[in-house]
């Protein structure tokens, strides 16, 4: 009985004086509000930045300008270590584009945080198993996002110009970012995966507005990758290699 009469009382107070929580509701509901409107503000602006920085700068493997070195990024890959069947897609993008002699190199970019899983040395056994010469493709094992795999492709690795290569729905993100990071950047988008997955293309390409707004926000803060080491020569020794 003494237990729920001090509960009682309590709650009276709370009804009778408010304790000043109707005022901090309104103000939780007011800056939920104004943070609903900045993300979605922040969203639009990003969506539109993405746009202009990648208007006319995305082609085919057959249309897109030649350039001294493809950018792949790196995605998913399978326990066994191969490709998975969106990053086998942009590997034979890459591998046209070698062919017919778009590009004269290949920069890997992709993940290997861990030892047990290595993205680049996956896509490099996939190109020279397909007749890439090994000193033609060149890793880069921090490439952890697109940020990174762009501002490292400029900073480490000395690339200037580039035909970025990737899935039609990351492209014009991957292209604008490069760009602002100093890389002179084209794309070559992959469509055939939509046809392998369309759940898969349809929840990446979902995620591309987050990723746009985290995009920008990385560019305009400047941020250094996540991993930066000494400037490697590996384009400027596949460039020049006969």
């Given at each position: ?13 709370v ?62 890959v ?96 991957a ?6 990071l100093?890389?002179d ?58």
């Amino acid at each position: 009985m003494w237990g729920r009469a001090v509960v009682v009382g309590w709650l009276g107070r709370v009804r009778d004086h408010g304790w000043g929580w109707g005022r901090w509701l309104r103000r939780a509901v007011l800056a939920g509000v104004i943070g609903v409107a900045l993300l979605v503000a922040g969203g639009w602006a990003s969506v539109s930045w993405i746009r202009s920085g990648s208007e006319g700068r995305t082609y085919t493997a057959q249309t897109v300008p030649d350039a001294p070195v493809a950018l792949v990024l790196g995605t998913r890959v399978q326990p066994d270590g191969t490709p998975s069947p969106f990053l086998s897609a942009r590997l034979e993008i890459a591998l046209e584009l070698y062919a017919t002699g778009k590009v004269a190199a290949i920069l890997v970019s992709g993940d290997n945080m861990r030892h047990e899983y290595n993205e680049p040395e996956a896509m490099q056994r996939w190109l020279v198993d397909r007749g890439v010469p090994a000193d033609k493709v060149v890793l880069d094992y921090a490439g952890f996002d697109t940020y990174d795999s762009c501002a490292r492709a400029k900073r480490i690795f000395g690339v200037n110009r580039a035909t970025v290569v990737t899935q039609s729905f990351h492209l014009p993100r991957a292209v604008t970012v490069c760009r602002h990071l100093g890389v002179d950047a084209n794309g070559v988008g992959d469509e055939t995966a939509r046809d392998l997955s369309h759940r898969t293309w349809r929840i990446s390409s979902t995620r591309e507005y987050g990723a746009g707004l985290k995009a920008a926000l990385d560019v305009l803060s400047g941020r250094d990758p996540a991993h930066l080491g000494r400037r490697e020569t590996g384009i400027q020794d596949a460039l020049r290699a006969g």
